[in-house]
T-cell receptor
Framework: DTGVSQNPRHKITKRGQNVTFRCDPISEHNRLYWYRQTLGQGPEFLTYFQNEAQLEKSRLLSDRFSAERPKGSFSTLEIQRTEQGDSAMYLC????????????FGPGTRLTVL | AQSVTQPDIHITVSEGASLELRCNYSYGATPYLFWYVQSPGQGLQLLLKYFSGDTLVQGIKGFEAEFKRSQSSFNLRKPSVHWSDAAEYFCAVINGGTSYGKLTFGQGTILTVHP
């Protein structure tokens, strides 16, 4: 088991461009979470999935943001028409519903919007 | 809405000294509480968690935390700090009174360790 992986690790884009991030959870985990972390702040919840179903979305997730987990395994987070305010670290976490729901985090994708 | 407060943004200790990082939460029901550590450029690593039972919980790397319901606190402690403990520490609580769901994080405490 290699843990949660995220790609790319770094992304630099120009304002107005679309970007997509990928998260591969721990293989047996059925829950997958996305968080956003800006400098000097703790992570903030964006959305989470249980298997393929997206169960909750934060108000932080504007219409420009969309997340999918089509086969209940990996997930993608897309940001359309990026803005400078989208610059942040995007963290993915996964967990298993049996027992306590301990979330294990990936290394994150650092997005810089120029 | 529930919240997590870490009153100390930055703490500096000498190597070998004891450490206590403070965390207060605002939530009505029994919370599920966590401490995570984040090294520069890295993701979050779970140090310990409290769900129920003994209010003093042991974690990895020699850390422990004590849940005090009367003070709405979950402070993290270590008796002797090592230089490798320098990192940012986050306290977090699970929302909704369930054992699963989104984490609400404090803003973090940066720990600097002097030799």
């Amino acid at each position: 088991d290699t843990g949660v992986s995220q790609n790319p690790r770094h992304k630099i884009t120009k304002r107005g461009q679309n970007v997509t991030f990928r998260c591969d959870p721990i293989s047996e985990h059925n829950r997958l979470y996305w968080y956003r972390q800006t400098l000097g702040q703790g992570p903030e919840f964006l959305t989470y999935f249980q298997n393929e179903a997206q169960l909750e979305k934060s108000r932080l997730l504007s219409d420009r943001f969309s997340a999918e987990r089509p086969k209940g395994s990996f997930s993608t987070l897309e940001i359309q028409r990026t803005e400078q305010g989208d610059s942040a670290m995007y963290l993915c976490a996964s967990s298993w519903t049996e027992g306590t729901d301990t979330q294990y985090f990936g290394p994150g994708t650092r997005l810089t919007v120029l | 809405a529930q919240s997590v407060t870490q009153p100390d943004i930055h703490i500096t200790v000498s190597e070998g000294a004891s450490l206590e990082l403070r965390c207060n939460y605002s939530y009505g029901a029994t919370p599920y509480l966590f401490w995570y550590v984040q090294s520069p450029g890295q993701g979050l690593q779970l140090l310990l968690k409290y769900f129920s039972g003994d209010t003093l919980v042991q974690g990895i790397k020699g850390f422990e935390a004590e849940f005090k319901r009367s003070q709405s606190s979950f402070n993290l402690r270590k008796p002797s700090v090592h230089w490798s403990d320098a990192a940012e520490y986050f306290c977090a609580v699970i929302n909704g009174g369930t054992s699963y769901g989104k984490l609400t994080f404090g803003q973090g405490t940066i720990l600097t360790v002097h030799p």
